[in-house]
């Protein structure tokens, strides 16, 4: 994911996309500011996941679940359940992406996204404890790419928050020092939600959700979590090692401001009718 | 004697096409006397040859093919290149240059060079040899290249190129064709670039229907009409070195209404044609500047937070 | 985290299912072909719950090398289950099972393939079971041969496969999720449907010989249903792209086209 040689676009199409931001324009004809378009099924591995998204940016798409299980809390936090994401890069989203162990881009996206989730206090993690110090409630969400044509971030980014906002699981209570099922269905306490938008630099210009021919070419890409207060909760320079301004930074910082509201109201359209 | 299928008729992997005195062929196989289709593809019959045209599949080299590719390493004399397809290509210095030429080759073709050559050998046990000697073959500069499936690439050429031809003409845009599902485009005009993507996409996703130069021909003539009321003037489109005015398009002077009502079967088109241009590829001495490589390998350090993973497993 | 019960009984009186289905009929199936835009080939299946996405890329260069076959291209199948795909978290890192299944599915698959038209290189299957509810290494037998075709993989026939098992002593096809953790066996199988000669082949739990020939004859009644359910989803994908043409005939050019040896490629 990013940092991309010559190995894998030729010259001519790193001019091409070059010369055309430069021209202010984007080969798919979309602003700078402009995301693809979003389509967000919610729900979509209802038997199995207690939450579930699959998100399209464009051509690029990626499938969330969520599994809710109980376990042990850390030792330094005995009363706070655990939230956390993982993302692979599946071989089948892309011919640029290998079998084997994860590599630094997987986890990178893993982790991008992952901050964004837990640095925004997304879940109020202290719900999540059902008997201080023994049981607590164990948040996985977990990623898949499908189709990469750039930006996994961004898609992943919502494709989890859209699963956790669908996600019900069911109440436990302590018997005999055994968790046992209520039978009462519970949703997540979602405290926050924040979506990272990422934008990407190539030469002075800044565009916002790369398409794979843009991400080829990019110097760096900036990631950022907003929330719905207009906080930002994360941020990770990476896809490549070009150095960024301050005043582009704050540039980037503008640009995501403006999509937030709008992509946060596609999620929650797309949520509000899973029950 | 039996055929079992519809003329063009869409076949799968497996179906029974034809019994008796009948001969397979590409995208056929035999088995027991009986002629079975090994695609998915459209079912032929020519004199008392059967085969099947593939719908998609990956570029296998043939020889006399014009490909596209991608300069990968340079070792030695040769160049190795992408052409796509599971058989990466090679192509020597004696194929492409005149001698004598520099120890380094690389002064005259470097990694991330995109290349217009002609498959010179190819079997399935030695990768494909490829030669840039006959004209016309050379260094692609400027433009950009649109990845379709191979199998799309003869209606994208259409019969003696009346498919390129025509879309050429419209939009007047260079282009190459590679057989290997690579297209090079080049305008000077982003919205012709666009819109010979739109048409190479339509021809991609409709190659199996009938009637498909009409209907791109009348697409993209009032695609261009449009185009036309959006712009004043011509822009020349002969070089790209072109300075670039950032100017926002001016709104056309007179009023045309939009053009878009459903046409009579006679198409306006023929007035609006342009002149063919000689859509050749002007021999053009290859010259290199070096170009640094701007890419490097940086370890990443993992900001760090306690690390949860295992102990939750 | 579905709490799930061991249901009273599997067939009732009346010689139903579970989920109110005969012994020989098949859940409902969804079968899509091109469902992602980077693999050469794909295609999802939907069978009762369970929902798979296969992927092929190739055939192309084979890395790494040592891999390489000198006759014929490398069919390399990796079958992965989701993490959320199962009830209880599935461990992201592959399993045992997984390679086992990405095996004997590769194995399925072979015969029908004209793997020796693309020697030294690799035919890549990526599958996901996105939601698994029984039957998934058939189910992923049946989307994966779909992918192969899609992606202009030359091949003998399409391969349609299906669990067949035993439930309160009866022989019952395509188990679903409590069927086959409740019944008394199953017998996972694909065929290739010219000859009918099975290409998968495994069982566990407890069959009488004659058991077991009535179990396979079945499961070669239920691919066949389920090979005409695949050549429908193939040919579905062109009828559809055609039927926005307006259908009026100027002149053919598609034969024309098609019919230029120069062009086509023809010998």
Same mark, same amino acid.
């Given at each position: 994911?990013?940092?991309?040689?010559?190995?894998?676009?030729?010259?001519?199409?790193?001019?091409?996309?070059?010369?055309?931001?430069?021209?202010?324009?984007?080969?798919?004809?979309?602003?700078?500011?402009?995301?693809?378009?979003?389509?967000?099924?919610?729900?979509?591995?209802?038997?199995?996941?207690?939450?579930?998204?699959?998100?399209?940016?464009?051509?690029?798409?990626?499938?969330?679940?969520?599994?809710?299980?109980?376990?042990?809390?850390?030792?330094?936090?005995?009363?706070?359940?655990?939230?956390?994401?993982?993302?692979?890069?599946?071989?089948?989203?892309?011919?640029?992406?290998?079998?084997?162990?994860?590599?630094?881009?997987?986890?990178?996206?893993?982790?991008?996204?992952?901050?964004?989730?837990?640095?925004?206090?997304?879940?109020?993690?202290?719900?999540?404890?059902?008997?201080?110090?023994?049981?607590?409630?164990?948040?996985?969400?977990?990623?898949?790419?499908?189709?990469?044509?750039?930006?996994?971030?961004?898609?992943?980014?919502?494709?989890?928050?859209?699963?956790?906002?669908?996600?019900?699981?069911?109440?436990?209570?302590?018997?005999?020092?055994?968790?046992?099922?209520?039978?009462?269905?519970?949703?997540?306490?979602?405290?926050?939600?924040?979506?990272?938008?990422?934008?990407?630099?190539?030469?002075?210009?800044?565009?916002?959700?790369?398409?794979?021919?843009?991400?080829?070419?990019?110097?760096?890409?900036?990631?950022?979590?907003?929330?719905?207060?207009?906080?930002?909760?994360?941020?990770?320079?990476?896809?490549?090692?070009?150095?960024?301004?301050?005043?582009?930074?704050?540039?980037?910082?503008?640009?995501?401001?403006?999509?937030?509201?709008?992509?946060?109201?596609?999620?929650?359209?797309?949520?509000?009718?899973?029950? | 004697?039996?055929?079992?299928?519809?003329?063009?008729?869409?076949?799968?992997?497996?179906?029974?096409?034809?019994?008796?005195?009948?001969?397979?062929?590409?995208?056929?196989?035999?088995?027991?006397?009986?002629?079975?289709?090994?695609?998915?593809?459209?079912?032929?019959?020519?004199?008392?040859?059967?085969?099947?045209?593939?719908?998609? %599949?990956?570029?296998?080299?043939?020889?006399?093919?014009?490909?596209?590719?991608?300069?990968?390493?340079?070792?030695?004399?040769?160049?190795?290149?992408?052409?796509?397809?599971?058989? %990466?290509?090679?192509?020597?210095?004696?194929?492409?240059?005149?001698?004598?030429?520099?120890?380094?080759?690389?002064?005259?073709?470097?990694? %991330?060079?995109?290349?217009?050559?002609?498959?010179?050998?190819?079997?399935?046990?030695?990768?494909?040899?490829?030669?840039?000697?006959?004209?016309?073959?050379?260094?692609?500069?400027?433009?950009?290249?649109?990845?379709?499936?191979?199998?799309?690439?003869?209606?994208?050429?259409?019969?003696?190129?009346?498919?390129?031809?025509?879309?050429?003409?419209?939009?007047?845009?260079?282009?190459?064709?590679?057989?290997?599902?690579?297209?090079?485009?080049?305008?000077?005009?982003?919205?012709?670039?666009?819109?010979?993507?739109?048409?190479?996409?339509?021809?991609?996703?409709?190659?199996?229907?009938?009637?498909?130069?009409?209907?791109?021909?009348?697409?993209?003539?009032?695609?261009?009409?449009?185009?036309?009321?959006?712009?004043?003037?011509?822009?020349?489109?002969?070089?790209?070195?072109?300075?670039?005015?950032?100017?926002?398009?001016?709104?056309?002077?007179?009023?045309?209404?939009?053009?878009?009502?459903?046409?009579?079967?006679?198409?306006?088109?023929?007035?609006?044609?342009?002149?063919?241009?000689?859509?050749?590829?002007?021999?053009?001495?290859?010259?290199?500047?070096?170009?640094?490589?701007?890419?490097?390998?940086?370890?990443?350090?993992?900001?760090?937070?306690?690390?949860?993973?295992?102990?939750?497993? | 985290?579905?709490?799930?019960?061991?249901?009273?009984?599997?067939? /009732?009186?009346?010689?139903?299912?579970?989920?109110?289905?005969?012994?020989?009929?098949?859940?409902?199936?969804?079968?899509?072909?091109?469902?992602?835009?980077?693999?050469?080939?794909?295609?999802?299946?939907?069978?009762?719950?369970?929902?798979?996405?296969?992927?092929?890329?190739?055939?192309?260069?084979?890395?790494?090398?040592?891999?390489?076959?000198?006759?014929?291209?490398?069919?390399?199948?990796?079958?992965?289950?989701?993490?959320? /795909?199962?009830?209880?978290?599935?461990?992201?890192?592959?399993?045992?099972?997984?390679?086992?299944? /990405?095996?004997?599915?590769?194995?399925?698959?072979?015969?029908?393939?004209?793997?020796?038209?693309?020697?030294?290189?690799?035919?890549?299957?990526?599958?996901?079971?996105?939601?698994?509810?029984?039957?998934?290494?058939?189910?992923?037998?049946?989307?994966?041969?779909?992918?192969?075709?899609?992606?202009?993989?030359?091949?003998?026939?399409?391969?349609?496969?299906?669990?067949?098992?035993?439930?309160?002593?009866?022989?019952?096809?395509?188990?679903?999720?409590?069927?086959?953790?409740?019944?008394?066996?199953?017998?996972?199988?694909?065929?290739?449907?010219?000859?009918?000669?099975?290409?998968?082949?495994?069982?566990?739990?407890?069959?009488?010989?004659?058991?077991?020939?009535?179990?396979?004859?079945?499961?070669?009644?239920?691919?066949?249903?389920?090979?005409?359910?695949?050549?429908?989803?193939?040919?579905?994908?062109?009828?559809?792209?055609? /039927?926005?043409?307006?259908?009026?005939?100027?002149?053919?050019?598609?034969?024309?086209?098609?019919?230029?040896?120069?062009?086509?490629?023809?010998?």
């Amino acid at each position: 994911m990013g940092d991309f040689s010559s190995k894998t676009i030729g010259h001519i199409d790193r001019e091409f996309i070059h010369d055309l931001i430069k021209k202010g324009e984007r080969l798919d004809g979309r602003e700078f500011g402009e995301y693809r378009e979003v389509t967000i099924e919610a729900n979509v591995v209802p038997a199995k996941a207690e939450g579930s998204a699959l998100v399209r940016l464009g051509d690029t798409s990626v499938v969330a679940g969520v599994k809710v299980l109980v376990g042990e809390p850390y030792a330094d936090s005995p009363n706070k359940g655990v939230m956390m994401v993982t993302a692979e890069l599946s071989p089948i989203a892309s011919p640029l992406f290998e079998l084997g162990p994860p590599k630094e881009g997987a986890i990178e996206l893993a982790r991008v996204v992952d901050r964004g989730v837990r640095e925004s206090g997304t879940v109020d993690v202290e719900a999540l404890c059902i008997e201080e110090g023994k049981k607590v409630f164990m948040v996985f969400a977990d990623v898949y790419p499908l189709e990469y044509d750039g930006n996994l971030i961004d898609a992943s980014s919502i494709a989890v928050n859209a699963a956790l906002m669908t996600t019900k699981y069911s109440e436990m209570k302590m018997e005999d020092g055994k968790a046992v099922a209520t039978g009462k269905m519970l949703k997540l306490p979602i405290k926050n939600i924040a979506i990272e938008h990422t934008v990407s630099k190539l030469g002075d210009s800044l565009v916002i959700d790369a398409n794979l021919r843009e991400e080829f070419v990019q110097d760096c890409r900036l990631t950022m979590a907003v929330d719905q207060n207009e906080n930002f909760t994360a941020l990770q320079k990476g896809g490549g090692s070009g150095p960024m301004s301050l005043d582009l930074v704050d540039q980037a910082m503008g640009m995501a401001l403006d999509s937030s509201k709008t992509i946060k109201a596609i999620i929650d359209e797309a949520v509000k009718d899973v029950e | 004697m039996a055929v079992y299928f519809q003329k063009r008729e869409v076949v799968v992997p497996g179906q029974l096409l034809a019994e008796g005195r009948y001969r397979p062929s590409n995208g056929t196989y035999d088995e027991g006397g009986k002629i079975y289709s090994s695609l998915m593809g459209l079912a032929e019959l020519k004199g008392n040859t059967v085969r099947v045209v593939a719908l998609d %599949g990956a570029y296998i080299p043939k020889e006399g093919d014009l490909v596209i590719g991608t300069i990968k390493i340079v070792a030695g004399n040769n160049w190795k290149i992408d052409i796509g397809g599971p058989y %990466g290509a090679s192509l020597h210095a004696n194929n492409a240059l005149r001698r004598p030429y520099s120890d380094d080759i690389s002064e005259y073709m470097d990694i %991330g060079d995109v290349v217009s050559a002609e498959i010179s050998a190819f079997d399935r046990q030695s990768g494909p040899f490829l030669s840039m000697r006959e004209r016309g073959l050379e260094v692609l500069e400027g433009g950009m290249i649109l990845e379709v499936s191979p199998a799309k690439i003869p209606r994208i050429i259409g019969r003696s190129g009346s498919m390129i031809n025509m879309i050429n003409d419209h939009l007047k845009i260079d282009s190459v064709v590679g057989q290997n599902g690579r297209i090079w485009i080049k305008s000077p005009d982003i919205a012709r670039v666009r819109l010979a993507i739109k048409a190479f996409r339509m021809i991609e996703a409709q190659a199996h229907t009938s009637n498909l130069t009409d209907r791109i021909s009348k697409m993209l003539a009032e695609d261009v009409a449009k185009l036309k009321d959006l712009e004043p003037s011509e822009e020349p489109s002969t070089e790209i070195e072109t300075v670039d005015e950032e100017e926002p398009a001016p709104k056309p002077e007179t009023e045309v209404s939009e053009a878009t009502e459903p046409k009579p079967e006679v198409e306006p088109e023929a007035e609006i044609k342009p002149q063919p241009e000689a859509a050749d590829e002007t021999e053009e001495v290859v010259e290199k500047k070096p170009e640094p490589e701007v890419s490097t390998d940086v370890v990443i350090e993992s900001d760090d937070k306690p690390e949860t993973e295992e102990v939750n497993e | 985290m579905s709490p799930e019960v061991k249901p009273d009984f599997l067939i /009732s009186p009346e010689g139903l299912r579970i989920d109110g289905r005969r012994p020989d009929e098949l859940r409902p199936i969804e079968l899509k072909v091109g469902v992602l835009k980077q693999a050469n080939g794909s295609a999802s299946i939907r069978q009762g719950k369970t929902y798979i996405i296969a992927g092929v890329y190739g055939p192309r260069e084979l890395h790494p090398r040592h891999l390489t076959l000198n006759d014929r291209a490398y069919l390399r199948v990796v079958y992965r289950m989701a993490t959320f /795909s199962v009830p209880d978290r599935k461990r992201p890192a592959p399993s045992r099972r997984e390679r086992e299944i /990405s095996m004997v599915i590769a194995n399925a698959l072979k015969p029908a393939l004209f793997l020796e038209e693309f020697p030294k290189s690799v035919v890549d299957v990526h599958i996901i079971v996105i939601q698994a509810d029984g039957g998934t290494r058939c189910a992923a037998i049946n989307a994966a041969s779909l992918a192969l075709a899609d992606a202009g993989i030359p091949m003998r026939s399409l391969v349609p496969a299906v669990a067949v098992g035993k439930a309160d002593g009866k022989l019952l096809v395509d188990l679903g999720d409590e069927e086959d953790k409740y019944g008394q066996g199953d017998v996972p199988m694909a065929i290739m449907p010219q000859t009918d000669e099975i290409t998968l082949l495994q069982q566990d739990g407890f069959f009488k010989r004659e058991e077991l020939v009535e179990a396979m004859q079945m499961g070669i009644n239920s691919c066949k249903y389920l090979h005409e359910l695949q050549k429908d989803a193939l040919k579905r994908v062109y009828v559809q792209k055609t /039927s926005d043409s307006d259908g009026e005939e100027f002149e053919d050019d598609l034969e024309t086209d098609l019919g230029d040896a120069e062009i086509m490629g023809d010998e």
